[in-house]
């Protein structure tokens, strides 16, 4: 399996985790640990847009990603378009909150560590 397959793999796997926390951790556990798989979530969708990135600058990468979408918040904009398209809040959320980017930290060092994880095991396979 080639490393894009295998980390698109493990992207569904956090969106599984992430869709599961949301539905049967209580609210005040699931929202951080959302917090931190959206993060998780990013970086993977970059490395598998650039997969020759590095898992450090992929997991910057995700991670300022995720920090602008916060910084957007204050704009209002996500909220108004949440209104419209409910969907909207799952990529954008609505209200900006400082702690989410310490989340979202935590949540770019898990998906740097799979990077590596699938890199490795991608490595593995060629010997």
């Excluded at 926390?21 to 598998?48: K, Q, S, W």
């Excluded at 209200?95 to 593995?124: E, H, M, N, S």
Aim: hydrophobic letters at 60%.
């Amino acid at each position: 399996m080639s490393p894009r397959a295998l980390t698109s793999c493990v992207l569904l796997g956090v969106v599984a985790a992430g869709l599961a926390a949301r539905a049967f951790l209580p609210a005040a556990v699931a929202g951080p640990v959302g917090d931190m798989l959206y993060a998780t979530l990013v970086v993977l969708l970059v490395a598998v847009v650039r997969p020759r990135t590095g898992p450090v600058t992929v997991a910057l990468v995700g991670f300022a990603v995720c920090a602008a979408v916060e910084l957007f918040q204050l704009t209002g904009v996500p909220a108004a378009l949440a209104e419209r398209v409910p969907a909207v809040r799952l990529v954008l959320g609505t209200t900006f909150w400082a702690p989410d980017l310490l989340l979202y930290a935590v949540g770019a060092v898990v998906g740097g560590a799979l990077c590596i994880a699938v890199a490795r095991a991608g490595r593995g396979r060629r010997r």
